[in-house]
């Protein structure tokens, strides 16, 4: 009995090293972290899509510091209020790299410099709607910079590799590791004085 017990504490404590490790995927350095001056002619636009508010705040904080103008991506589909109900739907989507539509684009992108792209971590992936979104426009020497907001950042590089395949032809700066203030990556990234 005592031999079992200790096997299934070892097998614990293994699972909780290998998960934790796994946390660690996300290195600030190993980003395509394009250079940039501060320009403040530029025209920028914070587009995100955000179920459950998550990502939402976090746009809001980035328009409040940047003036930016902000575009919200909707599903053509939505997803269930609660979009843990569509749990399989959302993990066919990622999974299978799908492009679900969206309700609307916007316009007018060539006028904007500077794209911000925000979406929650669903299923290891941006949602995949933000890249329907992002392959509906030419890119192609836009600054890109993609935000997350997620449970764990597990997949937080994934994800960002996500966003880079979609736009290839673009520049892209930091994302927000979510530690320190908005307002310093922000600065960081040269997108605020
Ligand atoms: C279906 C589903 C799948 C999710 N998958 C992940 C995931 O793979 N990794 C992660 O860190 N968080 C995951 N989350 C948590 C969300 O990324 C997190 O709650 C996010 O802040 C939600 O953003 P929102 O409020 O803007 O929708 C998932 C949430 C849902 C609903």
Redesign the pocket.
């Known amino acids: 009995m005592k031999r079992i017990l200790f096997f299934l504490l070892a097998l614990s404590a293994i699972m909780l090293i290998t998960a934790c490790s796994k946390n660690d995927d996300f290195d600030p350095d190993n980003q395509n972290s394009d250079e940039i001056q501060y320009d403040g002619n530029r025209k920028i636009l914070v587009s995100?899509?955000?179920?459950?508010?998550?990502?939402?705040?976090?746009a809001e904080q980035i328009i409040a510091a940047t003036g930016a103008d902000a575009f919200r991506i909707e599903a053509a589909e939505p997803?269930a209020a609660?979009?843990?109900d569509?749990?399989d739907w959302?993990?066919n989507e990622?999974y299978n790299n799908l492009r679900p539509g969206v309700a609307a684009l916007l316009d007018n992108m060539e006028k904007y410099d500077v794209i911000f792209i925000?979406?929650?971590?669903?299923?290891?992936?941006p949602?995949m709607v933000v890249c329907t979104f992002l392959e509906s426009y030419n890119l192609s020497g836009k600054i890109i910079v993609p935000f997350?907001?997620?449970?764990?950042?597990?997949?937080?590089q994934q994800s960002l590799d996500k966003i880079y395949e979609v736009t290839p032809e673009s520049l892209h700066l930091d994302t927000y590791s979510g530690s320190g203030s908005v307002e310093d990556w922000l600065r960081g990234i040269h997108i605020i004085e």
Do not use: C, E, V
């Open positions: 995100y899509f955000s179920a459950t508010g998550n990502t939402g705040r976090l997803y609660n979009p843990y569509d749990s959302i993990q990622s925000g979406s929650p971590i669903w299923w290891h992936n949602a997350f907001t997620y449970g764990a950042t597990t997949y937080l």
